[in-house]
Every structure is written in structure tokens, then in C-alpha cells.
């Protein structure tokens, strides 16, 4: 078979790389990757199979394993038929995507260009080609609904409850392709990764290449300016936050993209963090312990009315974006289907931050330039 990818360069994308290059079934990978600060794309590719995620089994053989990758620009890539042929078994996997949480109505047409006009220019060019549509998409797209989430997000009876626009682009994303997959008789399959931390497995342990959400919390206390300030921090005590392993998503992902029988899958933890002792460890691995979280169940607007200097900081900069995320309603995801696939591995939640955290220290929070 061979494999169509974007999205290579992103912190799913390049772990999904190393899991396809060692998978004998897949004869020839195609990936689209552009020119960036003043590397070729080549360079980016390059960048990423020396990082230090990549595995050993890769290192060693990189010279061999790269002959099944073909890079293309933009230009390239969107001529298939210069590639392709249409008696191939060819898949086509969409990692690609614009993660902006704003809530701000000027960043709306942006987000839907980058993550349903894309989606939908890519699967037009492309479809005539592919035996198969794989897109990765997000499992917060349903949004606030809480209580068991399941992996059908096209049930005529769940009504979706957008936090921000890129959920609903997302989710839209989705609408569309099993709408076209269906006319143009493509098989889609909706693969849905939760929020992505650092490695989970022995190999570069932690590592993670580009520092978001979660991790953001801490990096904006870590770098914090006004030391002498406390914070308020608003959230439901009740709740979690649903956080996986980006090389465990990216293990799923490897292992069933080529599988008739999974239309949508979550890629989740079976136990989402606990808010209050996930912030709370977040912020002492950073040391900074003048915090008080502020349960979002009860009345608080009052008494977060006279904010202080870094509280103004914090709920006009990353609390705008957080803050739907730590007042979400309670949730979990139903995982019996994920965990025949593909089992969690077993470790604690809170420690795993606290280690996910001393990593990104350690690297000063500086992302990995691909």
C-alpha cells in the first residue's frame, strides 16, 4: 500500500512517520512538506528523523528506510496524477490541522480556511485516487456535552456544544468527509486524539517536539514576570481534562488506519486528570505555589472582580483560551473499544505531568524546529 500524509512536521504527524517507516506492508510514502525558515523541505524531513524521538530501529536503518519517502512541495503534491495511479491501494492520511482556540469572531474565517477548506480541497484532489480517507481529528470537536462520550459524533441525537471555533471546524471537517466519502465511495475513517503530552513509552521518554495547551499553563508561570502577584484560577472541581501519550495516539493510529471495521475512534485516556490536582501539580513542577483554584460550580464573579496585575495578565492572554477547558462539564470517554486495540499503558496521572513538565523545563519550553 502506500501512504499520502501532511501534517509530518506537527508533533502527531512525525510520530506517526516512525510507526508507518517500520510497517513492511507500506510499500511508498508521500509527504507533503513546504519550505520554512529557510530549510528545504528535505531538511525539515531530515530534522525529524535525526530528532530525539525518533527510534533506534530507525536510526540504524534510516538510510534503507527513506528510499519508501517521496517529499513534495505544495506544487507537486497537489498533482497526484504525477504520482499516483488509480489501481494503486492508496491512503491517504490527514494529519494536518490549525490548532487555535480563540473564541474571538476575527479568527473564525481563519480557522475554517485551515482546517475545513483545506480538508476539503485536499480530499477533492485527491479522492479519484484513494482507497481509503484517514483524518485525524480532535476529540473535543463535540464539545461541551459532558457525561460518557462515545466514538459516534454523527448520532442524529448528540447535538454538539462548540467551545471555540476550531471544534466546530473540526467537526465540521467531519460532516463533510463522510458525506463525500459516501458519494465518491471512498471509505473514511475519523481517528480523534485528545490533548497530547509527552511520550509515554521507554524510547525518548517524555519527549514531546512542540509545547501546547497543558503545557502552556506552565510555561506562562514558569517565564511569569510578576513573581510577587497570586492567582485565582477558575475551574470545575469536578472535572478533567482528557490527556494521552502522543506516541501512544500515534501507535493507535499506525495500527488501525488500515482497518474496515473502525469508522470513528477516540484516542483517549480511560481516566481523564483531574483539574484541581492536575493544575495544582503543574504549577508546583514550575514552582510557583501562590495559587488558589476557584471552583466555577459557584458564584464567583464577584470575588474575581478586582483582579490583580497577573491575574489580568493571565484571563486577557492563555485563560481565554483554557479557561472553556477547565470549566467544562464532568466527562469521560468510553474506551472498551480502544483498549481492545491497542491497551493504555498503566501509569499515574498527576506523576505523569509532573514529568511531562521537568521535561519541557529542561528544554525551556523551546519547541522543536522541524
Request: with cysteine; glycine share 4%; hydrophobic share 40%.
Amino acid at each position: 500500500m502506500n501512504i499520502i500524509m501532511t501534517g509530518t512536521t506537527g508533533t502527531l504527524g512525525s510520530n506517526v512517520l516512525f510507526e508507518l517507516l517500520q510497517q513492511e506492508q507500506v510499500d511508498q510514502i508521500f509527504l507533503l512538506i513546504r519550505k520554512k525558515n529557510g530549510k528545504s523541505p528535505e531538511e525539515r524531513l531530515n530534522a525529524i528523523l535525526n530528532s530525539g524521538a525518533a527510534p533506534e530501529s530507525i536510526l540504524k536503518q534510516k538510510d534503507i528506510l527513506i528510499k519508501k519517502v517521496k517529499v513534495l512541495d505544495a506544487n507537486a503534491f497537489f498533482n497526484p496524477e504525477s504520482f499516483l495511479k488509480k489501481e494503486q491501494n492508496n491512503f491517504f492520511i490527514h494529519s494536518a490541522g490549525y490548532v487555535n482556540l480563540s473564541t474571538h469572531e476575527s479568527q473564525k474565517e481563519e480557522i475554517f480556511k485551515e482546517n475545513l477548506g483545506f480538508t476539503k480541497e485536499i480530499f477533492n484532489t485527491f479522492y479519484p485516487y484513494l482507497s481509503k480517507f484517514i483524518y485525524i481529528s480532535t476529540a473535543f470537536c463535540i464539545g461541551n456535552i459532558g457525561g460518557l462520550i462515545n466514538n459516534d459524533y454523527h448520532d442524529s441525537e448528540i447535538k454538539p456544544i462548540y467551545r471555540n471555533f476550531y471544534e466546530e471546524s473540526k467537526h465540521k471537517a467531519e460532516q463533510f468527509l463522510k458525506q463525500e466519502g459516501s458519494k465518491r465511495d471512498v471509505a473514511i475513517q475519523i481517528l480523534r486524539p485528545s490533548v497530547l503530552g509527552g511520550n509515554i513509552f521507554e524510547q525518548s521518554k517524555f519527549f514531546i517536539s512542540k509545547f501546547m495547551v497543558y503545557y502552556l499553563l506552565g510555561k506562562f508561570f514558569y517565564k511569569n514576570p510578576i513573581t510577587k502577584n497570586a492567582i485565582r484560577i477558575t475551574a470545575n472541581i469536578n472535572a478533567g481534562l482528557n490527556i494521552i501519550p502522543v506516541d501512544y495516539a500515534a501507535k493507535v493510529i499506525s495500527k488501525v488506519f488500515h482497518l474496515k471495521e473502525i469508522n470513528q475512534l477516540n484516542i483517549v485516556h480511560p481516566k481523564c486528570t483531574h483539574l484541581k490536582s492536575g493544575i495544582s501539580k503543574i504549577l508546583e513542577s514550575v514552582n510557583f505555589k501562590s495559587f488558589t483554584i476557584v471552583d466555577s460550580q459557584q458564584d464567583n464573579e464577584e470575588e474575581l472582580a478586582n483582579m490583580n496585575v497577573l491575574e489580568k495578565l493571565y484571563y486577557n492572554s492563555i485563560g481565554v483560551h483554557l479557561k472553556p477547558y477547565l470549566t467544562s462539564k464532568p466527562y469521560e470517554f468510553e474506551t472498551k473499544l480502544l483498549e481492545l486495540i491497542y491497551p493504555m499503558p498503566n501509569y499515574d496521572l498527576d506523576g505523569y505531568l509532573e514529568q511531562t513538565m521537568k521535561f519541557a523545563i529542561a528544554k525551556n519550553f523551546k519547541n522543536e524546529r522541524y
